[in-house]
């Protein structure tokens, strides 16, 4: 076998066959490369070897259609059929020598993967595998062009007949499951002929075992397939000979039956079983805090998917699996509405999209629409794209609202005084376990009384006395409040009455600090670092802080609170700070002499009691009015939202549910300069490609003068 290697190998570099090949390769796979992971500062190699399977597609077959066709049309096949060697060797080293020139083609990728290394952090197993996938894939294309290629005398029919086979597997199977449907019999028969969803499978993050069988099974299959057409002329009728003929004639077709029979059994096989999340972050593997939610089960839950099996979102699956996998107490029912067509009305009046889930734990459940499981932004040109993935968010969500039986909580956001509007982050953080989000005034009556929490963040125009009044009333009859206070310069005298009625007086300034342990820039003292004090009944995350931007102090006298008031603080600002009034004309905002000192209270916990009902009302208040808005939020990593979150749930006794952030789809850029940008593309474009076509003709040249 490993004379016929070498000497196909020699006989694609002694002519210009492998030198073209390789040129044409490295242009390509050099443009996709510099414009999408050294322009676009993509880490993922498989972001220019995805595009690089049609070119292969459309070059791999001018390396196989020579590869036996021509053996034949020169007659040079029968000196292979009657030499020394075994015919399985001779398909088995013209094949590898195929794949060596694939490896070489491989090998020049991977050489983008060591230029990226210079640059910045690259997903070293996701890299592997996309490689492996990416050679994989090349030798499936060469072992199906070696067959065509056997079947004719004539490499331009080899040749066409190649690129038929390829737009077929290309086109056919998705074509089918978009006309009939992925659980019709025709679908999963021509799904078997899709050779290009391995490859996307390999690359995707998830390792499936099933792919990578499947790929050498169609190697395989293809391989035994050119045997037995370029043996079928080497039959005896020997004794000898009649052993080779069953060899010959039937053993190849069983052999391909147990390969055929080994896809489609493993198949079966679940999928927590042969998946591997092999993806830097993590991002299709469940949590320690599902993990945790998962130990405290103790009835049965099901994953109810409103779709087929075949035709569920590969994302929804992975995490379908990984939460199989580790509970016995989890099941997954896939319940496809050709199928189960009453099935989610039971539960829902709602139009839920293909691959939606249903979640039931004995009478609980919990619907959750598949559009809910991904955070989405929209491009220029109006084009939706995925940005994070809240799969494990939404489900682990709704487990462990069943478990702790929590009811609906609605919640009510003051607007009428230009409030600022809750990010949309934190409101759907808080609609998986159940929270509603409803906008109303107090201009036409009083606080709805199936209000569980009233948010009032940052008034930018005053209320009047009548609406503070009908607020005090409803924190006296029990109410909870989440509040943040109004800035400096909006002069909201009558809202700040309403922290008056708790026991506690704002300051006229606004809070600056001076040490550096409190502050963000140094230049930049209203701009304010803190986490929550150590007694405080609230906690974020101990790598995460709070950010407090143009915080007003919030003063009470500790010795002297009145009875029915108790009061917990949850930011404190240094003995450094000071309080002053600042305003975009404010020359300077350093210190001075007149200036309130500190320490300054910068968030309250204030519960007031009514002494006749012995009822409590609980309230929030959070110095700083731009303490939700998004950029602030943004400067400590959500650790703002976290909180608000975390007070959400304890003010209607909700703690116990746990919600997980949505896993963003970010990664760290590789940063390449403009010039060397131009660089790499001459490089791949220009140079390599032209060095290897000289090679090439040099080569015959001198091969031809001898």
């Given at each position: 076998?490993?004379?016929?290697?070498?000497?196909?190998?020699?006989?694609?570099?002694?002519?210009?066959?492998?030198?073209?090949?390789?040129?044409?390769?490295?242009?390509?796979?050099?443009?996709?490369?510099?414009?999408?992971?050294?322009?676009?500062?993509?880490?993922?190699?498989?972001?220019?070897?995805?595009?690089?399977?049609?070119?292969?597609?459309?070059?791999?077959?001018?390396?196989?259609?020579?590869?036996?066709?021509?053996?034949?049309?020169?007659?040079?096949?029968?000196?292979?059929?009657?030499?020394?060697?075994?015919?399985?060797?001779?398909?088995?080293?013209?094949?590898?020598?195929?794949?060596?020139?694939?490896?070489?083609?491989?090998?020049?990728?991977?050489?983008?993967?060591?230029?990226?290394?210079?640059?910045?952090?690259?997903?070293?197993?996701?890299?592997?595998?996309?490689?492996?996938?990416?050679?994989?894939?090349?030798?499936?294309?060469?072992?199906?062009?070696?067959?065509?290629?056997?079947?004719?005398?004539?490499?331009?029919?080899?040749?066409?007949?190649?690129?038929?086979?390829?737009?077929?597997?290309?086109?056919?199977?998705?074509?089918?499951?978009?006309?009939?449907?992925?659980?019709?019999?025709?679908?999963?028969?021509?799904?078997?002929?899709?050779?290009?969803?391995?490859?996307?499978?390999?690359?995707?993050?998830?390792?499936?075992?099933?792919?990578?069988?499947y790929m050498i099974s169609v190697i395989a299959i293809f391989l035994i397939l050119s045997y037995k057409v370029f043996a079928k002329n080497s039959v005896q009728l020997s004794a000898a000979g009649k052993n080779r003929?069953?060899?010959?004639?039937?053993?190849?077709?069983?052999?391909?039956?147990?390969?055929?029979?080994?896809?489609?059994?493993?198949?079966?096989?679940?999928?927590?079983?042969?998946?591997?999340?092999?993806?830097?972050?993590?991002?299709?593997?469940?949590?320690?805090?599902?993990?945790?939610?998962?130990?405290?089960?103790?009835?049965?839950?099901?994953?109810?998917?409103?779709?087929?099996?075949?035709?569920?979102?590969?994302?929804?699956?992975?995490?379908?699996?990984?939460?199989?996998?580790?509970?016995?107490?989890?099941?997954?029912?896939?319940?496809?509405?050709?199928?189960?067509?009453?099935?989610?009305?039971?539960?829902?009046?709602?139009?839920?999209?293909?691959?939606?889930?249903?979640?039931?734990?004995?009478?609980?459940?919990?619907?959750?629409?598949?559009?809910?499981?991904?955070?989405?932004?929209?491009?220029?040109?109006?084009?939706?794209?995925?940005?994070?993935?809240?799969?494990?968010?939404?489900?682990?969500?709704?487990?462990?609202?069943?478990?702790?039986?929590?009811?609906?909580?609605?919640?009510?956001?003051?607007?009428?005084?230009?409030?600022?509007?809750?990010?949309?982050?934190?409101?759907?953080?808080?609609?998986?376990?159940?929270?509603?989000?409803?906008?109303?005034?107090?201009?036409?009556?009083?606080?709805?009384?199936?209000?569980?929490?009233?948010?009032?963040?940052?008034?930018?125009?005053?209320?009047?006395?009548?609406?503070?009044?009908?607020?005090?009333?409803?924190?006296?009859?029990?109410?909870?409040?989440?509040?943040?206070?109004?800035?400096?310069?909006?002069?909201c005298e009558n809202y700040d009455k309403l922290t008056e009625y708790l026991g506690v007086e704002l300051t006229d300034g606004t809070v600056c600090e001076d040490d550096y342990r409190f502050m963000l820039s140094a230049?930049?003292?209203?701009?304010?670092?803190?986490?929550?004090?150590?007694?405080?009944?609230?906690?974020?995350?101990?790598?995460?802080?709070?950010?407090?931007?143009?915080?007003?102090?919030?003063?009470?006298?500790?010795?002297?609170?009145?009875?029915?008031?108790?009061?917990?603080?949850?930011?404190?600002?240094?003995?450094?700070?000071?309080?002053?009034?600042?305003?975009?004309?404010?020359?300077?905002?350093?210190?001075?002499?007149?200036?309130?000192?500190?320490?300054?209270?910068?968030?309250?916990y204030i519960k007031k009691l009514n002494q006749e009902t012995g009822e409590y009302g609980e309230v929030v208040v959070i110095g700083s009015g731009a303490f939700l808005m998004t950029d602030a939020d943004n400067m400590?990593?959500?650790?703002?939202?976290?909180?608000?979150?975390?007070?959400?749930?304890?003010?209607?006794?909700?703690?116990?549910?746990?919600?997980?952030?949505?896993?963003?789809?970010?990664?760290?850029?590789?940063?390449?300069?403009?010039?060397?940008?131009?660089?790499?593309?001459?490089?791949?474009?220009?140079?390599?490609?032209?060095?290897?076509?000289?090679?090439?003709?040099?080569?015959?040249?001198?091969?031809?003068?001898?």
């Amino acid at each position: 076998m490993s004379a016929i290697l070498v000497k196909e190998i020699k006989s694609y570099f002694k002519s210009l066959f492998g030198w073209i090949f390789l040129a044409v390769f490295t242009f390509f796979e050099g443009s996709y490369f510099v414009a999408n992971n050294i322009q676009y500062g993509s880490p993922y190699i498989r972001d220019s070897l995805g595009p690089m399977i049609i070119v292969l597609v459309f070059i791999l077959p001018l390396l196989t259609m020579r590869i036996i066709a021509e053996e034949k049309r020169q007659k040079t096949d029968q000196f292979l059929i009657t030499a020394p060697v075994s015919l399985v060797s001779v398909i088995l080293g013209k094949f590898f020598a195929l794949c060596t020139i694939m490896l070489m083609a491989t090998g020049i990728s991977a050489v983008g993967v060591g230029i990226m290394s210079i640059y910045g952090k690259i997903p070293v197993l996701e890299t592997v595998f996309t490689l492996l996938a990416f050679f994989l894939f090349g030798c499936e294309c060469i072992a199906i062009g070696m067959f065509l290629s056997s079947i004719t005398e004539h490499q331009f029919l080899a040749a066409i007949f190649t690129y038929t086979v390829y737009i077929f597997t290309l086109i056919v199977p998705g074509f089918c499951q978009y006309i009939f449907g992925a659980d019709k019999a025709v679908s999963k028969i021509m799904k078997f002929t899709d050779i290009y969803a391995p490859f996307d499978g390999l690359v995707s993050g998830v390792i499936k075992l099933s792919d990578i069988l499947y790929m050498i099974s169609v190697i395989a299959i293809f391989l035994i397939l050119s045997y037995k057409v370029f043996a079928k002329n080497s039959v005896q009728l020997s004794a000898a000979g009649k052993n080779r003929f069953f060899w010959t004639n039937f053993a190849p077709f069983l052999i391909i039956a147990a390969i055929i029979g080994a896809n489609f059994g493993f198949s079966y096989i679940p999928g927590k079983y042969v998946e591997f999340d092999i993806t830097k972050n993590g991002w299709f593997t469940i949590t320690d805090e599902t993990k945790s939610v998962l130990d405290s089960l103790n009835e049965d839950v099901t994953l109810n998917v409103i779709s087929g099996k075949d035709d569920c979102d590969e994302t929804v699956a992975h995490y379908l699996n990984s939460y199989d996998s580790y509970s016995n107490h989890v099941k997954v029912a896939y319940k496809p509405s050709s199928q189960f067509p009453g099935f989610a009305s039971n539960y829902t009046d709602s139009a839920l999209a293909p691959s939606s889930l249903i979640i039931t734990m004995g009478d609980k459940y919990r619907v959750i629409d598949y559009n809910d499981m991904f955070q989405y932004t929209y491009d220029y040109n109006y084009s939706m794209n995925i940005t994070g993935f809240d799969v494990e968010g939404q489900i682990t969500a709704a487990i462990s609202s069943m478990i702790n039986g929590d009811n609906e909580v609605k919640v009510y956001c003051l607007s009428g005084h230009s409030e600022l509007e809750l990010p949309t982050y934190i409101t759907d953080a808080l609609k998986k376990i159940g929270y509603t989000f409803q906008d109303f005034t107090l201009y036409t009556g009083d606080i709805p009384e199936d209000c569980d929490i009233l948010v009032i963040n940052g008034p930018q125009s005053d209320l009047d006395m009548a609406e503070v009044e009908t607020i005090q009333n409803y924190i006296n009859n029990g109410g909870k409040v989440f509040m943040t206070t109004a800035l400096e310069e909006t002069n909201c005298e009558n809202y700040d009455k309403l922290t008056e009625y708790l026991g506690v007086e704002l300051t006229d300034g606004t809070v600056c600090e001076d040490d550096y342990r409190f502050m963000l820039s140094a230049d930049m003292p209203t701009y304010i670092l803190n986490i929550p004090y150590s007694t405080s009944p609230y906690n974020i995350d101990d790598r995460k802080m709070n950010f407090l931007a143009y915080a007003r102090g919030l003063k009470y006298d500790e010795t002297n609170l009145p009875a029915d008031v108790i009061i917990n603080d949850i930011f404190l600002s240094s003995d450094d700070a000071y309080a002053k009034s600042v305003s975009a004309t404010t020359e300077s905002i350093s210190k001075e002499e007149g200036d309130e000192e500190g320490p300054f209270k910068l968030g309250l916990y204030i519960k007031k009691l009514n002494q006749e009902t012995g009822e409590y009302g609980e309230v929030v208040v959070i110095g700083s009015g731009a303490f939700l808005m998004t950029d602030a939020d943004n400067m400590v990593s959500h650790g703002n939202s976290d909180l608000f979150i975390d007070a959400a749930k304890k003010l209607v006794d909700n703690s116990l549910v746990v919600t997980i952030p949505a896993k963003e789809l970010n990664y760290d850029y590789i940063t390449v300069s403009s010039s060397m940008v131009f660089l790499y593309l001459a490089i791949y474009c220009v140079v390599a490609p032209l060095a290897l076509i000289i090679a090439g003709v040099v080569i015959l040249i001198i091969r031809r003068r001898k």
